[in-house]
């Protein structure tokens, strides 16, 4: 059973204040919008079961007057009467919940299945809920739960006695005011469930230990997320995802070196909020980085954690397909992540390609040997379709494997944690607008991402001091939670324009078609199964890279873009992404900062730091060296002009100022870093900020085996453990990070094999 989940982002108040006609903001870019919702808004692993609630936020919200035109020409403004029920924008739903507990009695014995309101125990444990007071909170259950530890273990259905706990709790937030109007006023609080091991987010990483660990039959696991939505498997389609319902919609703070030509002067700093996290809305590259990066993380103390320690595990996740890659030293093809090279090929991808070869530039596989050069990227796709995390390691055992149940659409606010035995035994989350609260025997592992992940500790304790008791936050233990934060900074507004010979613009008729036919066809062989011109990449050093020739400082990226649109309106242009990366005239270049020495910090919502955002702070450019890197980049790119690539296709570049930096000469080094403050960007690839260290290292948040410093039976396994940020793109190396914790875990609890 299916039913449509998935909301694309609510762009219409932006596009009420446009300076200019923008596409996406015309009734062509609404139809889209619209089209997409209903062809692709479902999700095959959605169950009425498990998502009692699929659709109760939708407003009756209409947009304002769009501006009618087709993706060339443009035409005057006209009101389109739109469906609410697609384009109206989502509502968070996040209510305060002032829960006061009052314990029911036991249910009848005997109850078959496995509910939300049944945890498992041993027929003659004496866990006596009726002895609690009227009002207990997590501590009461804490204690008594710790005393018969020892007595539970897993035991069928049948054998379990259910247990109905009733909360009295009145929602009592305006969000929430329109979704409790009919609804009675008690609702239930479920009794916790037990389980061996709890696994918080389905990203990268979470997907695969959940798979792995779920592989021993006599362990149960736990997993949470939102489904992954059709939406998400259409390579083409990946900047709508961003900024709708299934992504985080982060942004940073301002801050005066970055973003400043933004809206709020805050940048977006994307993030799945879905089952398979960012692998389900992330433009698809596999790429493992380089051989360097694990050798030094080993060098600073992190035993098994060199390149050669690690490779096994990109090997064991990997079934490559791509015919060039067949290197047994550096591939794996048993794996269930399938890996390839778009069928569809992109004639500005293979121009790009053949001018950096010419260059000098080798074509090399990025994930062998070698890495400084050029060729298209590797891909997480199978026949034209996204290969997401979630696809790949949960979809095929998720109605296999008996022990591994998934709790969609919850949202974990905190571990559990015994305040005197320091020992993480489950944790508290809200679902469908209701707090639960589940039982790990063995460890809750916290992969909720580098945004995340610190997040959730600070909520359980974990974390600075100073941050803790300023929130009235007890403090379990003083740790550098939430600093080190990396990405890799780069820019908008470094255009190449393309002719007619290159440029791949369509009509608006052409648009709709093109997406209906990928609907509809059984092979997905077309323009919107590839990323356009993100296809393509290259590795190359500045004159301030490493002394070591193997290491390269800059990726270069490219993306499509509307050169007309783009420099009428650049802050509403940005803002507005919605249209797919197929279709373009003219070239973004984007030079990505590998190993940046700036470091940023995030920290939690003073106003509400369960609910609301955490307080980014990336702190691009703080390090000049980041800005000399960048800059140089920006001119070494320049010599793609003077390839015959480019010559025989007259491809240059726009050497006008964009609207932020029109003080600055196009060109100089002034203008270059006009660009880096004005215009920021990320690849949202956000890491550090969970540091995995020896304990001689004092910024170190986890050990080299993942684990918790000073908290037993936690650990975090995301990009959040990295010291240092790959020299690439990060979504491989969340999924062998999952890869190679498992194996610790494994390792670690052997005895129960």
């Not at 980085?289 to 990109?314: E, H, I, M, Q, T």
């Not at 034209?384 to 949202?411: C, D, E, T, W, Y």
């Not at 990070?737 to 094999?753: A, L």
Request: some cysteine; hydrophobic content about 35%; charged content about 25%.
């Amino acid at each position: 059973m299916s039913s449509q989940i998935w909301q694309p982002p609510d762009i219409t108040a932006i596009c009420a204040e446009q300076n200019a006609p923008l596409t996406q903001c015309s009734h062509t870019g609404f139809v889209f919008l619209a089209l997409l919702t209903q062809l692709f808004g479902s999700s095959k692993d959605y169950n009425i079961l498990d998502n009692p609630y699929p659709k109760p936020f939708l407003s009756d919200y209409r947009s304002p007057p769009l501006v009618e035109r087709t993706i060339s020409e443009p035409a005057p403004i006209k009101h389109v009467a739109t469906n609410p029920h697609l384009l109206g924008p989502p509502l968070n739903f996040e209510p305060h919940v002032d829960h006061k507990i009052h314990a029911h009695s036991y249910g009848p014995k005997g109850s078959q299945g496995f509910s939300e309101s049944s945890f498992f125990l041993k027929p003659d444990l004496k866990l006596d809920f009726e002895k609690f007071p009227p009002r207990f909170d997590a501590a009461d259950f804490e204690s008594n739960f710790f005393a018969n530890k020892h007595d539970f273990f897993d035991v069928e259905p049948a054998d379990s006695e259910k247990v109905t706990v009733v909360d009295k709790a009145e929602i009592i937030t305006e969000k929430s005011k329109a979704y409790n109007k009919n609804k009675r006023k008690r609702k239930k609080r479920y009794a916790p469930e037990v389980y061996d091991f709890i696994v918080v987010g389905a990203g990268s990483a979470g997907c695969v230990i959940a798979n792995r660990l779920s592989e021993v039959k006599k362990w149960k696991s736990s997993e949470a997320g939102p489904e992954e939505p059709d939406v998400t498997s259409v390579p083409a389609f990946a900047p709508v995802l961003g900024n709708s319902n299934i992504d985080w919609r982060y942004r940073t703070q301002p801050e005066e070196l970055t973003c400043r030509a933004h809206r709020g002067q805050t940048c977006p700093w994307f993030s799945g909020r879905v089952m398979g996290g960012s692998s389900s809305i992330n433009y698809l590259v596999y790429m493992r980085g380089n051989k360097r990066d694990y050798d030094d993380w080993a060098a600073l103390g992190n035993y098994g954690w060199s390149y050669d320690d690690v490779l096994p595990y990109f090997k064991k996740s990997e079934n490559n397909q791509d015919i060039e890659a067949k290197d047994e030293i550096y591939h794996g093809v048993d794996g269930p992540l399938t890996v390839e090279r778009f069928t569809y090929l992109d004639k500005n991808v293979a121009m790009i390609v053949k001018a950096f070869h010419e260059t000098g530039l080798p074509l090399v596989d990025f994930n062998g040997e070698q890495q400084i050069g050029t060729m298209t990227t590797q891909a997480t796709s199978k026949d034209g379709k996204r290969m997401s995390s979630n696809s790949a390691f949960i979809r095929p055992v998720r109605h296999k494997r008996s022990n591994l149940f998934v709790r969609s659409n919850a949202q974990v606010t905190k571990i559990l944690i015994h305040r005197h035995k320091k020992i993480a035994y489950g944790v508290k989350y809200m679902r469908n607008g209701v707090w639960h609260e589940v039982r790990a025997l063995k460890e809750v592992v916290l992969s909720a991402g580098a945004l995340n992940s610190p997040r959730i500790l600070m909520l359980s304790g974990i974390g600075p001091e100073k941050t803790l008791k300023e929130l009235n936050i007890p403090v379990l233990k003083n740790l550098k939670v939430g600093y080190n934060l990396q990405d890799h900074a780069t820019m908008e507004a470094m255009l190449m324009g393309l002719t007619n010979k290159t440029s791949t613009s369509i009509s608006s008729d052409e648009l709709i078609n093109g997406v209906k036919k990928y609907h509809s066809s059984k092979h997905n062989d077309g323009p919107l199964s590839a990323t356009g011109p993100l296809y393509v990449t290259a590795f190359v050093r500045t004159p301030f890279a490493d002394e070591d020739e193997t290491v390269p400082d800059i990726q270069y990226h490219f993306d499509g873009r509307n050169l007309r649109e783009f420099y009428s309106d650049p802050t509403t242009y940005l803002a507005t992404r919605t249209l797919p990366l197929a279709y373009y005239d003219s070239i973004n270049v984007r030079p990505i900062l590998l190993s940046p020495k700036s470091r940023g910090y995030l920290t939690l919502n003073k106003t509400d730091p369960v609910f609301g955002q955490p307080l980014i702070y990336p702190r691009f450019f703080t390090d000049k060296r980041d800005v000399d890197t960048l800059v140089a980049a920006l001119e070494m790119i320049q010599v793609l002009e003077k390839t015959k690539a480019f010559r025989e296709n007259g491809v240059e570049f726009i050497r006008v100022p964009v609207e932020a930096c029109v003080n600055y000469e196009w060109g100089t080094y002034d203008y270059f870093f006009c660009l880096l403050r004005s215009y920021t960007a990320t690849i949202f690839h956000p890491a550090g900020t969970c540091r995995m260290g020896p304990p001689s290292d004092k910024e170190a948040v986890v050990n080299p085996r993942l684990k918790v410093y000073g908290i037993r039976h936690l650990r975090v396994a995301d990009l959040s453990i990295v010291p240092n940020i790959i020299r690439g793109n990060t979504n491989a190396p969340a999924i062998m990070i999952g890869e190679k914790v498992s194996d610790m875990i494994k390792e670690d609890w052997n005895h129960y094999f």
